[in-house]
């Protein structure tokens, strides 16, 4: 499996890069335009999250009929309501979430 591995520094500057190669990837990888915004939205909350003070990491491991994405870096500190809102928004664009210290994992399917 291919990997395309992007770190950026922890200002918000950066997010719109980003969305962009999110989206070029998506779209060259066969997903739908609704699929495509899902995915910009999707990386954007990632990415936001782990804004703290250290480099933000992403990973991207494109497959025939899938893109996984993984976001790493230190989590920035959020009030319960916000880690909430940020769980639903990965939840109901990503086919697949998994969130755990450093990590934010997001697959999603290529639907046809």
């Known amino acids: 499996?291919?990997?395309?591995?992007?770190?950026?520094?922890?200002?918000?500057?950066?997010?719109?890069s980003i969305r962009?190669?999110?989206a070029s990837l998506a779209s060259d990888l066969g997903f739908n335009i609704e699929?495509?915004?899902d995915l910009r939205v999707v990386?954007?909350?990632a990415i936001n999250y782990k804004l703290s003070d250290t480099d933000v990491t992403i990973e991207f491991?494109?497959?025939?009929?899938n893109l996984e994405?993984?976001?790493?870096?230190?989590?920035?500190?959020?009030?319960?309501?916000a880690l909430k809102m940020r769980d639903l928004i990965l939840k109901e664009l990503s086919d697949?979430?998994?969130?755990?210290?450093?990590?934010?994992?997001?697959?999603?399917?290529i639907h046809i």
């Not at 990997?3 to 950026?8: F, L």
Request: charged share 35%; aromatic share 4%; no cysteine.
């Open 61 to 65: 491991l494109p497959a025939e009929k």
């Open 43 to 45: 990386i954007s909350e």
């Open 69 to 81: 994405i993984k976001v790493l870096g230190k989590d920035k500190t959020l009030d319960e309501r």
């Open 1 to 16: 499996m291919e990997k395309i591995s992007i770190t950026i520094p922890p200002k918000k500057i950066y997010i719109k």
């Open 20 to 22: 962009l190669f999110t």
């Open 35 to 37: 699929e495509v915004e």
């Open 96 to 109: 697949e979430v998994n969130i755990s210290d450093g990590e934010i994992k997001i697959l999603s399917l």
